[in-house]
């Protein structure tokens, strides 16, 4: 091996060497910036808040669940719920059709907005309850009964 291809290896290796250096730095330097970031910056969670009637939201988020057994039922509701309103998030069954009377349950612990609901589809403020849990991330669920033919459908 000559010294010419001595000192071309040794170049090629230090090329390779700076090469290297400089992405690990510039990879240093995002990481720095990321973590900065993330300090003056933290994360928002999106939590409910705790207070009852000073949060009100302007748009409740329902679920609309079939009680009665009757097809497309939920779904004939949803639309009058949204025509009036309201932000129709999910739809589907009951856990059982045996429901003589509608139902509309309070899941985020604001029941002025379950009773919002109830006078729309013109459902007594006796078939409004309240079962919140953190699990939920809606407002409110109609549980439609067999009593649907009595309802509001304006």
């Known amino acids: 091996m ?11 290796n230090q090329l390779y060497l700076n090469a290297a250096i ?13 973590l900065f970031t993330r300090i ?31 097809p497309g039922i939920a779904n004939a509701y949803t639309g009058l719920l949204r025509a009036n309103g309201f932000d129709v998030v999910e739809t589907g069954n009951f856990e059982t059709f045996d429901l003589q009377e509608t ?8 029941m002025d907005n379950a009773y919002r609901v109830a006078n729309a ?4 403020e ?4 309240q079962e919140s849990s953190a699990d939920f991330y809606l407002d409110v669920s109609v549980v439609i009964g067999h009593d649907y033919e009595k309802l509001n459908t304006d």
Do not use: H, M, W
Not at 2 to 12: A, G, L
């Open 2 to 12: 000559t010294k010419e291809d001595s000192k071309s290896s040794s170049d090629t």
């Open 22 to 34: 400089g992405f690990l730095s510039v990879l240093l330097l995002v990481l720095v910036a990321a």
């Open 103 to 110: 139902v509309i349950i309070s899941r985020s612990g604001v």
């Open 126 to 129: 006796q078939n409004v309850i």
């Open 40 to 70: 003056v910056y933290p994360r928002i969670f999106n939590e409910r808040s705790e207070l009852q009637s000073q949060l009100i939201s302007e748009v409740i988020q329902i679920e609309v669940l079939n009680g009665c057994g009757v």
């Open 121 to 124: 589809l013109g459902v007594s």
